[in-house]
């Protein structure tokens, strides 16, 4: 997925990589001097204070954005059509990922610990995969709908768009389920006997790693890849479909620009949508 919460559910071999064992010997007489040594060790440097600067303006720009598209849309009736129902079910996916994932997925990069109960660790992944599958199966709906538009523009709508958006989120819950059960929190090991902190604690799954590549190749596969390909194929043929109506049928031209402006605009997203994910989905299926 998209995945805010990829390095909150990071394999315990690449937890090892950073062997926490080896901060600090024994040398040190107290745990409260080999916590601190630990906690220096852990402390986001400087590199990771901007990065929590960057993140956190972008996270005020997506709220306030988001949030206009909510207020705006669920405040005017003429502007609850088809398309901006479902831009407003977008904008609320977007919200949640910003206010409940974001800021603890950033403070857990940073700090390389999971600093909260096991309920956030099993919630925030639940959330975060919840909003992105509604926020691709929005994005495959309005293709879909922009489609039949062109294609097929004296048909009426093929479903309610208030049924279709309570379908898509719960599917999207239905498909985010499986993982968070088997979350759960695990305590770093450290080479001190008897020492135990919450420094380094991870949220990580309790089933295999190789069950975890293909449980995360086939996330790839239903999130972006059928996705992409099912956006993709449509934005094709309503080029083409486009391309042939301002040839060879009767057509205003003047509806045929707005529609191809449309298209384009739609396609760009699609560009988007593929560039932003692509890496992501590498590496979680790498990790």
């Keep these: 997925m998209t995945s805010t919460n990829s390095s909150m559910t990071s394999s315990s071999s690449e937890f090892d990589d950073y062997d926490t064992s080896q901060i600090i010997g024994l040398q040190v007489k107290t745990n409260e001097e080999y916590e601190d040594i630990i906690a220096d060790a852990l402390w986001p440097n400087a590199v990771e204070q901007w990065f ?5 303006t972008m996270m005020v720009i997506g709220v306030v954005g ?23 079910n977008l904008a609320i996916a977007d919200l949640l990922i910003l206010l409940f994932c974001l800021p603890l997925t950033v403070v857990n990069d940073v700090t390389k610990t999971f600093w909260f109960s096991a309920v956030f660790c099993k919630s925030v992944n639940f959330i975060n995969n919840t909003s992105v599958y509604v926020s691709i199966m929005s994005l495959v709906f309005i293709t879909c709908e922009r489609w039949r538009a062109i294609t ?70 239903f999130s972006f890849v059928l996705p992409l390909l099912v956006i993709s194929v449509l934005c094709l043929h309503m080029v083409r479909t486009l391309h042939f109506s301002s040839n060879h049928l009767t057509v205003a031209s003047r509806q045929i ?31």
């Design 52 to 56: 929590v600067f960057i993140l956190g």
């Design 66 to 88: 988001n949030a206009l598209v909510v207020v705006v849309v669920s405040t005017n009736k003429s502007m609850r059509n088809a398309l901006n129902l479902v831009l407003m």
């Design 152 to 221: 097929y523009p004296l048909k009426s709508p093929f479903v309610r768009t208030r049924s279709v958006i309570a379908g898509i989120w719960l599917l999207a819950m239905f498909l985010s389920s499986p993982e968070p059960v088997t979350l759960h929190l695990a305590g770093a090991r450290f080479v001190r006997p008897n020492f135990t902190t919450q420094w380094g604690t991870r949220c990580k799954e309790s089933w295999s790693e190789e069950f975890q590549m293909n449980y995360q190749l086939v996330q790839t596969i």
């Design 257 to 287: 620009s707005i529609r191809k402006k449309a298209v384009r605009m739609l396609c760009a997203v699609v560009m988007l949508f593929a560039i932003s994910n692509l890496p992501v989905h590498l590496y979680n299926i790498a990790l």
